[in-house]
Nanobody, 121 residues
Framework: QVQLMESGGGLVQAGGSLRLSCAPSGSVNSRNIMGWYRQSPGKKRELVAVISSDGAVDVSDSVKGRFTISRENANNTVWLQMNNLNPEDTARYYC???????????????WGKGTLVTVSS
């Protein structure tokens, strides 16, 4: 079964940067919307950023201007560049892929196991 594999999480000081990467373990539909969600303890999972196969992007207001999502369709790889991180960004970040944004928001499609991002003050 194909899985999404995330990498790039870690511990960083406030104001620092991290770059998350996600790639599938096998073949997936390159027309999928791909994106990043995050969840911190006691909170619901929330959308961070998503990108369609033609490059259309939707970014959460909480990270707009600080985070950038990009993808390479040939390998179905997606990245999340995170700059000017603050402690409120601390969460487990999940990569996901599905045919529609509705499917993603409802938890359907392919999901990775997540990578932990911790921002210290």
């Amino acid at each position: 079964q194909v899985q999404l594999m995330e990498s790039g999480g870690g511990l960083v000081q406030a104001g620092g940067s991290l770059r998350l990467s996600c790639a599938p373990s096998g073949s997936v539909n390159s027309r999928n919307i791909m994106g990043w969600y995050r969840q911190s303890p006691g909170k619901k999972r929330e959308l961070v950023a998503v990108i369609s196969s033609d490059g259309a992007v939707d970014v959460s207001d909480s990270v707009k201007g600080r985070f950038t999502i990009s993808r390479e369709n040939a390998n179905n790889t997606v990245w999340l560049q995170m700059n000017n991180l603050n402690p409120e960004d601390t969460a487990r970040y999940y990569c996901a892929a599905a045919p529609t944004i509705v499917a993603l928001n409802n938890g359907y499609g392919l999901w990775g196991k997540g990578t932990l991002v911790t921002v210290s003050s």
